[in-house]
């Protein structure tokens, strides 16, 4: 197969460039090629001031957020058997599971649960080992906090759960 031959196109002369450059730069064209780019994709009637805090935004499904150590609704005592494995998943060795062994039922009994929120990167791996689904990350995202020590959540904390603020004006 013959192919064609390439097209010879002569290059500008350094002047024909050098105009072109000071013209595009005189008339500002980069800047209103931007503009046109930035219009075109802006449709005003896509466009929404979300109202936060006075309105709540609505957070993906599956998004993880603050952790809650869930009860049983029924007998109101935690569905933690205590078995560490949520510690043992998690990459950053945030979870620490405090327990001891009751006597008389040879089980284990969880006596102190600690979830330093800071260092947790919301990977959600405790949340998948938790045999008994009683860890969760909740779709609450407000954790800021002024101190280190109150980003470590306690047991009573995270069974209290999330408690998002309300805001009124
Ligand atoms: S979400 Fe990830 S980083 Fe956070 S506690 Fe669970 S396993 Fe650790
Ligand atoms: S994996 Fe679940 S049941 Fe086991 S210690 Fe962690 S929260 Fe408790």
């Given at each position: 197969m013959?192919?064609?031959?390439p097209?010879?196109?002569?290059a500008?002369?350094?002047?024909?460039?050098?105009?072109?450059s000071f013209?595009?730069?005189?008339?500002?064209a980069?800047?209103?090629?931007?503009?046109?780019?930035?219009?075109?994709?802006?449709n005003?009637?896509y466009?929404y001031?979300?109202?936060?805090p006075q309105?709540?935004?609505?957070?993906?499904e599956r998004y993880r957020?603050a952790?809650?150590l869930n009860?049983?609704?029924?007998?109101?005592?935690t569905?933690?058997?205590?078995?560490?494995l949520?510690?043992?998943?998690?990459?950053?060795?945030l979870?620490?599971?405090g327990w001891?062994?009751?006597?008389?039922?040879?089980?284990?009994?969880?006596?102190n649960?600690?979830?330093d929120?800071?260092r947790c990167m919301?990977?959600?791996?405790?949340?998948d080992?938790?045999?008994?689904?009683?860890?969760?990350?909740t779709?609450?995202f407000?954790?800021?906090?002024y101190t280190?020590?109150?980003?470590?959540?306690?047991?009573?904390r995270?069974?209290e759960g999330?408690t998002?603020?309300?805001?009124?004006?």
């Amino acid at each position: 197969m013959c192919l064609p031959a390439p097209l010879d196109i002569p290059a500008l002369p350094p002047q024909t460039s050098a105009m072109n450059s000071f013209f595009k730069r005189l008339f500002l064209a980069d800047f209103w090629k931007g503009m046109i780019l930035t219009f075109r994709t802006q449709n005003p009637k896509y466009i929404y001031t979300e109202q936060y805090p006075q309105e709540r935004p609505m957070v993906a499904e599956r998004y993880r957020g603050a952790p809650r150590l869930n009860m049983n609704p029924e007998t109101g005592e935690t569905l933690c058997i205590a078995c560490n494995l949520c510690s043992l998943a998690c990459p950053e060795n945030l979870i620490v599971v405090g327990w001891h062994r009751d006597d008389a039922t040879r089980r284990k009994v969880l006596t102190n649960f600690t979830y330093d929120t800071s260092r947790c990167m919301f990977c959600g791996l405790c949340e998948d080992a938790c045999p008994t689904d009683c860890l969760e990350l909740t779709q609450d995202f407000e954790m800021a906090s002024y101190t280190r020590e109150s980003a470590i959540w306690d047991r009573h904390r995270l069974e209290e759960g999330p408690t998002p603020a309300r805001y009124t004006r």
